[in-house]
T-cell receptor, first 113, second 109 residues
Framework: DAGVTQSPTHLIKTRGQQVTLRCSPK?????VSWYQQALGQGPQFIFQ???????QRGNFPDRFSGHQFPNYSSELNVNALLLGDSALYLC????????????FGSGTQLSVL | RKEVEQDPGPFNVPEGATVAFNCTYS??????FFWYRQDCRKEPKLLMS???SGNEDGRFTAQLNRASQYISLLIRDSKLSDSATYLC??????????FGTGTQLKVEL
């Protein structure tokens, strides 16, 4: 039973570039949410996708966008990267959008130089 | 008051010690709470859920005080393997979880 998988594990970009991170939810799950975790901080909610639509969004600018595919996998896109976007990006999945118990992937470490 | 607030630590304790972490939250309407454990730069993993006054699982006890709006996590007989960051989490509806900054625990020989 595969858990939540994310790719890539590490990524280095420069300011102004664009990045796409990918996530496959745990088997049987249909809802994906994305979190950003800066060093020394707790994860911060970016947004949630269910039935291929963004259902909830945290306090993140429009530079952060996402997509969910019919197989429930998801992408997080960040445009015009800033140094402050350097963080661990975590994907979490659940069955149904209302579920509060989340299973997290091991994350993508993004460094913006 | 911050939505979720924790003492960042670190808490350095010897093996076998009992240690307690507190977490305060601002939303008095919150009904459920979680403690997650996170090892260095790895994914958070659910440790305990708290829906009523408390929950116990082996060496771990979580307690909820709704009047004072705080949640505590007690770890008895600490093991070296308990060294990690403990995140207090308050759901904001659906998948939107609000995490505290985490409390770092270091268990030493």
């Amino acid at each position: 039973d595969a858990g939540v998988t994310q790719s890539p594990t590490h990524l280095i970009k420069t300011r102004g570039q664009q990045v796409t991170l990918r996530c496959s939810p745990k088997s049987g799950h249909d809802t994906v949410s994305w979190y950003q975790q800066a060093l020394g901080q707790g994860p911060q909610f970016i947004f949630q996708y269910y039935e291929e639509e963004e259902r909830q969004r945290g306090n993140f600018p429009d530079r952060f966008s996402g997509h969910q595919f019919p197989n429930y996998s998801s992408e997080l896109n960040v445009n015009a990267l800033l140094l402050g976007d350097s963080a661990l990006y975590l994907c979490a999945s659940s069955f149904r959008a209302r579920e509060e118990k989340l299973f997290f992937g091991s994350g993508t470490q993004l460094s913006v130089l | 008051r911050k939505e979720v607030e924790q003492d960042p630590g670190p808490f350095n304790v010897p093996e076998g010690a009992t240690v307690a972490f507190n977490c305060t939250y601002s939303n008095s309407a919150s009904q459920s709470f979680f403690w997650y454990r996170q090892d260095c730069r790895k994914e958070p993993k659910l440790l305990m859920s708290v829906y009523s006054s408390g929950n116990e699982d082996g060496r771990f006890t979580a307690q909820l005080n709704r009047a004072s709006q705080y949640i505590s996590l007690l770890i008895r007989d600490s093991k070296l393997s308990d060294s990690a960051t403990y995140l207090c989490v308050v759901p904001g509806g659906g998948n939107k979880l609000t995490f505290g900054t985490g409390t770092q625990l270091k268990v030493e020989l």
